[in-house]
């Protein structure tokens, strides 16, 4: 589904991705690990369309990132880690403008917010300003604008930072419920723990390298 080759990167001078090559298949969920500075964030944003690396190339579902940015951005969801939301709108409205910039016809963004509300419990908050929500009633609003357009890929720059262990618990059962859809997800945290329930693989990056890209079943069998 993602398809990584001898992806380099360099941030003025700065190699932050020496040579990165990775196939991810469809329907998986890839933990994304490594300590800070690694570069995790720079081959999300990379995957997302959002920075040109030097070499290399990456396509999602066979489509060339780099090339069609716009069909692989109707594919493809991403939260980043500093994610925000217009405080002063509803979670109507950015959900709705959400879908807007994604292309969704006028005519179908009142009926796609409500499906996406629905599927994140937050009906009951569509009318609530984003400003006077929790932590992680925000955090699902931003996951609610990365999914608006049904994207077959999702990426999230770490999705469970600063929340406390219910919201988290939430978070762990929407991805598995988003994988039961057949979507692909790409999660990261420099904590492990956090993922090791949901995730299917683990992909662990240092100094901008791939130290270890592995199945999580098989990790657990000791191989
Ligand atoms: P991670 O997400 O794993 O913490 P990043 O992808 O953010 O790692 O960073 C990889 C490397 O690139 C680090 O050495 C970091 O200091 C450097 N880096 C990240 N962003 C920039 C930037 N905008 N300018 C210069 N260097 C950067
Ligand atoms: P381009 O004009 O390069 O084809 P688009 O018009 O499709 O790009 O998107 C413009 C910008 O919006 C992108 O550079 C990116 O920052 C952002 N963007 C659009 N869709 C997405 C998405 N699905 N995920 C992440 N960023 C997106």
């Known amino acids: 589904m993602i398809q990584v080759r001898d992806l380099v990167f360099d941030y003025l001078g700065h190699r932050a991705l020496h040579g990165v090559s990775v196939d991810i298949p469809k329907g998986t969920v890839i933990a994304l690990v490594g300590p800070n500075g690694a570069g995790k964030s720079t081959l999300m944003r990379c995957m997302a369309g959002l920075d040109t690396p030097l070499s290399g190339s990456i396509t999602v579902g066979g489509v060339d990132v780099q090339e069609h940015p716009r069909e692989v951005h109707t594919k493809l969801g991403y939260l980043s880690d500093f994610f925000g939301l217009y405080q002063e709108l509803t979670v109507q409205q950015c959900l709705s403008y959400a879908a807007a910039a994604q292309g969704i016809a006028d005519k179908h963004i009142a009926k796609r917010v409500q499906d996406v509300a629905r599927f994140l419990n937050l009906t009951d908050k569509l009318q609530s300003l984003a400003s006077n929500l929790s ?6 609003v931003a996951i609610g604008q990365a999914i608006v357009h049904m994207p077959q890929v999702l990426l999230l720059d770490e999705p469970a ?19 039961a859809k057949g979507m692909t997800l790409v999660v990261s945290s420099h904590i492990l723990s956090e ?9 662990s990056i240092r100094d901008g390298r791939v130290s270890r890209f592995a199945s999580l079943a098989a990790t657990a069998t000791g191989a």
């Open 195 to 203: 993922l090791d329930e949901y995730c299917t693989h683990i992909l």
């Open 135 to 140: 932590r992680g009633q925000r955090q699902r």
């Open 161 to 179: 930072s600063g929340l406390d262990p219910e919201a988290r618990a939430d978070l762990s059962a929407l991805f598995r419920t988003l994988q």
